[in-house]
Every structure is written in structure tokens, then in C-alpha cells.
T-cell receptor, first 114, second 113 residues
Framework: DTAVSQTPKYLVTQMGNDKSIKCEQN?????MYWYKQDSKKFLKIMFS???????INETVPNRFSPKSPDKAHLNLHINSLELGDSAVYFCASSQGPSSHYGYTFGSGTRLTVV | AQSVAQPEDQVNVAEGNPLTVKCTYSVSGNPYLFWYVQYPNRGLQFLLK??????LVKGSYGFEAEFNKSQTSFHLKKPSALVSDSALYFC???????????FGAGTILRVKS
């Protein structure tokens, strides 16, 4: 019973391709997030959705487009992949955008662009 | 803007010795503070949090952290380190009205037997 699940776990693709990463949570949380962890392990928020509405959109190239079909799902689509997009992408969820319960993270998607 | 600093890239400690992983924060207003641990090729796991109340917070796996408002610190501690504690530790902060967690750069903890 994985609380926050991401697919795929690994993704190797060529420059210029378009790819998607999917995330689902079964915790009944209202808010979901995408974080990017770079090669130096630094974690930076990319997007956040609360009840299917975008509430955080950090400075991210518009090649990245999140989509939340319902509050249990948050997908990330990336167009025209570049070498610099190689990273681990983590999905997370929380009870609400201002929740003090912290986040529950997925196990990550390691994206390698060659 | 809220931020956290983890001044040590790596902390080395012998098994059985006490460990401390340092974190300082900067927020406007009262902070919500968190510690997470990341094992190799895994997601982040919640260890503990400070929201309000007692300055000493106890968490998972025997870890604890002390909130110090005057020093704006939230150091992670454990009385006796285990080799299995070796991992990457992240401090994170959110201000009371903020809608995102901001993470520090992480500290690698290595516990040697």
C-alpha cells in the first residue's frame, strides 16, 4: 500500500524527446507537489496543486507542464528534453498547502537525458 | 523569504557516539521546522517536526531535535549513533502562512563501526 507512488522509477531518454512522469497518492491529501533533486542533492520545489488548482509555479521552463486530473493525481510532462533536465524528480503530498503535518514523498523518478 | 542552512556537507561519527547535524533557519514569523532522511535511491522520510510547544522534539529511530529561537537553530541529535543511520539528512522550514517547504542543502551522515 504505497502512499505516494511515482512511475516510472527510472527513465532514460534522448534529447528533444517528450516524456511524462505520473504520481498518485492514496492518503486523501488535498495538496501535491513536484520537487527536483539535482546532482548535488539540492531539492527545489517546482509546482504545487491544491484540489486540482495550481498554487505554486516556481521559475521553471515552460517545457515543464504539470497536470492534476483530480486531487489524488499529479503528472509532470516535459517537452523537448535537455541534458540539464537530468535529475531525480520527487512527488509529494500534504493534507493542505499550509499543513503543519509535513509532506509524504514518493520514491522518486530518476530521469537521464542522453 | 524563508531559508535554511545546513553548514556541514558531511558529518562523520563513530558508532555508539552521540551525533549532531546542524540546521539554522530564517523566516518571518514563527517557523514550522522539519527533518527528513534520505537513504540511497529512496525518497525522503519524515523524522520529526517542530510546530509549537516543547523545544525538544522527539522523532523516529531515536532522533530528537532542539528548537532554539534565539539562535534560530534546529539541530538534529541522537545519543548513540548506529551504522544504519548513515544517510542524507535534510532540514526544512515553512513559515506559518507559507505554502511550501524549503529544504536545506542536506548533510551526509556517515557512521563508522
Amino acid at each position: 500500500d504505497t502512499a505516494v507512488s511515482q512511475t516510472p522509477k527510472y527513465l532514460v531518454t534522448q534529447m528533444g524527446n517528450d516524456k511524462s512522469i505520473k504520481c498518485e497518492q492514496n492518503l486523501g491529501h488535498d495538496t501535491m507537489y513536484w520537487y527536483k533533486q539535482d546532482s548535488k542533492k539540492f531539492l527545489k520545489i517546482m509546482f504545487s496543486y491544491n484540489n486540482k488548482e495550481l498554487i505554486i509555479n516556481e521559475t521553471v521552463p515552460n517545457r515543464f507542464s504539470p497536470k492534476s486530473p483530480d486531487k489524488a493525481h499529479l503528472n509532470l510532462h516535459i517537452n523537448s528534453l535537455e541534458l540539464g533536465d537530468s535529475a531525480v524528480y520527487f512527488c509529494a503530498s500534504s493534507q493542505g498547502p499550509s499543513s503543519h503535518y509535513g509532506y509524504t514523498f514518493g520514491s522518486g523518478t530518476r530521469l537521464t537525458v542522453v | 523569504a524563508q531559508s535554511v542552512a545546513q553548514p556541514e556537507d558531511q558529518v562523520n561519527v563513530a558508532e555508539g557516539n552521540p551525533l549532531t547535524v546542524k540546521c539554522t533557519y530564517s523566516v518571518s514569523g514563527n517557523p514550522y521546522l522539519f527533518w527528513y532522511v534520505q537513504y540511497p535511491n529512496r525518497g525522503l522520510q519524515f523524522l520529526l517536526k517542530y510546530i509549537t510547544g516543547d523545544n525538544l522534539v522527539k522523532g523516529s529511530y531515536g532522533f530528537e531535535a532542539e528548537f532554539n529561537k534565539s539562535q534560530t537553530s534546529f539541530h538534529l541529535k541522537k545519543p548513540s549513533a548506529l551504522v544504519s543511520d548513515s544517510a542524507l539528512y535534510f532540514c526544512a522550514v515553512r513559515d506559518k502562512y507559507g505554502n511550501k517547504l524549503v529544504f536545506g542543502a542536506g548533510t551526509i551522515l556517515r557512521v563508522k563501526s
